[in-house]
Nanobody
Framework: VQLQASGGGAVQAGGSLRLSCKVT????????AAWYRQSPGSQRELVAQ???????TYADSVEGRFTISRDNVRRTLFLGMTDLKPEDTGVYYC?????WGQGTQVTVSS
């Protein structure tokens, strides 16, 4: 199983990004998936998760700003991020069935 994350970058506060995570080697549609992030000096934390039938839940800190979604045909997980804040800075990791992507850096400047 391989998860390939992309879409990170550097933006100013208030900006938007859309992360993607392409999954190969797994029956993507059967499993819940999630996005985590790790900020410098902090533990990895759950940002958003989505069930196999696309029910989504979010961390309080991103509720209303981030949207997790999945495309089962393209076997891809997405994270839409709007109104980004400096505290959203970190490495974002996708997760599926205990497998991790390699991470993509998001940097938000004030």
């Amino acid at each position: 199983v391989q998860l390939q994350a992309s879409g990170g970058g550097a933006v100013q506060a208030g900006g938007s990004l859309r992360l993607s995570c392409k999954v190969t080697g797994a029956n993507f549609r059967l499993f819940p998936a999630a996005w985590y992030r790790q900020s410098p000096g902090s533990q990895r934390e759950l940002v958003a998760q989505i069930s196999a039938d696309s029910a989504a839940t979010y961390a309080d800190s991103v509720e209303g700003r981030f949207t997790i979604s999945r495309d089962n045909v393209r076997r891809t997980l997405f994270l839409g991020m709007t109104d980004l804040k400096p505290e959203d800075t970190g490495v974002y990791y996708c997760w599926l069935n205990n497998f991790w992507g390699q991470g993509t850096q998001v940097t938000v400047s004030s």
